[in-house]
Structures are given as C-alpha cells and as structure tokens.
C-alpha cells in the first residue's frame, strides 16, 4: 500500500507537492463535538481506545469534516506499558496514571502476546481503511520507548522527568534492558499495525526536551534505531516518521541516525535554523503553533504563508507543532485548511 500515489506518500518518497498535503495531530479529539458526544459514552479512556467500533468513528470524523490528506488512528501511547502488564488509568482533568515502576523490573514485564493484546487497535485500522476515501492515507503510530518510560517510572506526567533521568544514569545496564524492552515490544506494535493497514508509521518521542547529548544517544536515539532495525527486518516498507519534541539541535542527529524517513518538527524550533540543518530531501513536516490556530484570523494567515514560503521546493508536510488543544474552535481549522490549499 505504500506505493499508492497518495500526496503524503509522494512527499514521504521525497516529492514536492503544492500545495502540500495536510492533516493535524490530534485532529481525532476534543475540540470536535461529535467526539465529545461519542467520548461521553465511555466511561474508561483505554476501553475506549480499544472499542474498534467506537475508535474507527472517531478517527473518520476530522476526515469528514475538513478533508484531510491522512487520517491516524484513535489510539494512546500508553497502551504499550497497559498492554506490557502495567496499571493505567486516566483521571478527569488530571491525565493518566500508572502504578510507578523500577526500570530493574523490566524482567517482570511480558513482550510475548503485545500484538494480541493490542489487537483491537489493528481492528480499528482495518475499519477506518474500508471508510477512508482513496486520496486519505492512513497513518498508526506509538509512542517513542523514552516518552512512554518517562510515564511509566514517574507514573504520570512530569515537568522535568527527574527520576526518569536519574534512573536512567544511576544504572545504566538496568535502564537499557528497559528500553530494549519498550523498543521490542513498540516494534512489534507497528509491524501489526502496518499489517492492518496503516501506510505510515509514525514515533512520537514528546519528552526529547532537556537531554544532554550522551542521554539523547542512549534513550532516544538508539531504542528508536532498534525499533527502526525490526520494524524494517520484518519486511514492512512503509515510511516511518519520527517527532523528536523539544530536541532543539539534536534534531540533525536524530535524523541521521534513527533510521527515518521523515521528521516531525516542533513550533519551538527554529524554522530558518532547521531549512539549513537539514538535508534537502529529508521530508519534514509540522511547525504550526498550536495557539495560532486557537487565535485564528490574520495572526494564522500569517504563519501559514511564513511556514510555507520557509518549507517551498521541499518534501513538506503541513502540521502543527504539537496537538491540536481542545479549545480552538473548529472554524478556525476550516479557515487553515482553506489557506494552505489557497483557496
């Protein structure tokens, strides 16, 4: 399916399309009423992830509403430590929750039923693809090994993922068989979802933020290379692309090194800095500030223009920076949708 000539296979092959093909992280998600209607008859977010019924819908709404050029399937990054064994739940106004573990523990966690348990999710891949128009592309994805340890040793979000970090240099031995095992078993994971469809895959490394260069190589850069190794050694060819957040000017790095074929950018960095940084035809994608959109009118026309005349002649993806906030008002998308494909 990877061959099919969709715009945003073109441009992960290294094409320049104009306009560029665009869609939104999180596009499936809050800001939309028919998915708080649909959200409000769950009582349990992880059911609810794994509900193909109810996960498919979700995922095809943004697709209605605004014609994008990909979709990416309803899912969570936390499902991985949920289906390697782990305790996780997400409280109301809170985020989520797991029972904190020791990366010492890793032994007690099971990579052997990952794509049973995660089956449901391959499920809703095979039901958004039979609901998807022909020019959609479908995209799965998974959290990056390091984002996901972070949840699982601090037991929720955190501000500076201090006793991630200090685990991580405390015993090193330890904190690599762990991401080994988060690396094998988000492996695993995306080869299933390839085989149910998803044309894309994509890696969110959220927490790249604030790691010196020796800790980047060790937890972001190596794990995702592994995933990268097996994912591609089980014969899947489709285009994976990676969202090192925060990276700043390891960016280069991580793109040379992982084994991607295209890369995510932030809002954070630079735009000039990056058109310099990096390899011509390296595909990129993103870069839209989530607030602008939430601001809407000529502060978004603007930066819509600037990120497009800054990313001309390249294999550009359209996106935001980050995900979509619940708050921005749905018209304003229409409105950016509209003024990247000049209409």
């Known amino acids: ?133 022909d020019a959609c592309t479908l995209i799965g994805f998974a959290g990056a090994p390091w984002t996901v340890a972070t949840y699982m040793i601090e037991g929720g979000g955190s501000k500076d993922r201090w006793k991630a970090r200090t685990a991580a240099w405390e015993d090193p031995a330890a904190f690599d068989r762990f991401m080994n095992v988060l690396a ?20 969110f490394e959220s927490w790249a933020e604030g790691l010196p260069a020796p800790l980047f190589e060790r937890v972001v850069i190596a794990p995702t290379r592994r995933i990268v190794d097996q994912v591609r050694g089980a014969g899947i060819t489709a285009p994976i692309m990676g969202f090192p957040k925060g990276a700043g000017p390891l960016v280069p790095r991580y793109a040379a090194e992982t084994g991607i074929d295209a890369i995510a950018l932030d809002h954070g960095l630079d735009t000039d800095w990056a058109v310099k940084a990096l390899p011509r035809d390296m595909p990129v994608q993103g870069q839209l500030d989530p607030a602008v959109l939430k601001a809407g009118g000529d502060a978004l026309d603007r930066e819509v223009d600037r990120l497009l005349a800054a990313w001309a002649g390249r294999p550009y993806v359209f996106n935001l920076g980050h995900g979509i906030n619940p708050d921005v008002p749905p018209d304003h998308v229409t409105r950016l949708v509209n003024r990247v494909r000049g209409l």
């Open 1 to 133: 399916m990877a061959d099919r000539d969709t715009a945003l296979l073109a441009v992960l092959r290294g094409e320049t399309r104009t306009p560029p093909p665009i869609w939104l992280m999180r596009q499936a998600g809050r800001y939309l009423p028919e998915y708080r209607e649909i959200r409000a008859r769950q009582s349990d977010f992880i059911a609810f992830c794994l509900n193909p019924d109810a996960a498919s819908e979700v995922t095809l709404q943004p697709i209605r509403r605004y014609d994008f050029d990909a979709s990416i399937v309803f899912a969570d990054i936390l499902l991985i430590p949920w289906a390697l064994g782990q305790k996780v739940w997400f409280v109301k106004g809170e985020g989520p929750k797991l029972e904190p573990m020791r990366p010492q523990d890793a032994g007690m966690l099971t990579v052997d039923g990952v794509e049973e348990r995660l089956a449901p999710v391959c499920q809703t891949l095979r039901l958004v693809r039979a609901g998807l128009p």
């Open 184 to 203: 094998d078993a988000t492996a695993r994971y995306l080869i299933a979802q390839a085989r149910a469809g998803a044309e894309v895959l994509k890696i």
